[in-house]
């Protein structure tokens, strides 16, 4: 079970700082990702960290804007966003991952809402 929050509205160019709190169990030892899905799309990977840290990836779209990190102290994962673009505009959810970064908790949380207005 997980729980994410800092999404909002902000104004294309802006930034926004996702987070993501494990609500029941510890990330420690997992992979981890953030996915979004926009109206009548897909729910897509966006970013992924190892569960060390060492590792990252990005969607092609996201690379030079977005950060993935964690803390596994505090059993979170965050999203920070910069030069936000009204198509990033969309749920964003975390989960664990696979080693090839698809979700591998079947179940979701409520995820947060971004908007992006121009």
């Known amino acids: 079970q997980v729980v994410e929050s800092g999404g909002g509205l902000v104004q294309a160019g802006g930034s926004l700082r996702l987070s993501c709190a494990a609500s029941r169990g510890s990330f420690s030892m997992h992979n981890l990702g953030w996915f979004r899905q926009a109206p009548g799309a897909e729910r897509d990977f966006v970013a992924g960290i190892t569960w060390n840290g060492r590792e990252t990836s990005y969607v092609d779209s996201v690379k030079g804007r977005f950060t993935i990190s964690r803390d596994n102290g505090k059993n979170m994962v965050y999203l920070q966003m910069n030069s936000l673009k009204p198509e990033d505009a969309a749920v964003y959810y975390c989960?664990?991952?696979?080693?090839?970064?698809?979700?591998?908790?079947?179940?979701w949380g409520q995820g947060t809402q971004v908007t992006v207005s121009t």
């Open positions: 989960n664990t991952v696979r080693g090839d970064w698809r979700p591998l908790a079947p179940s």
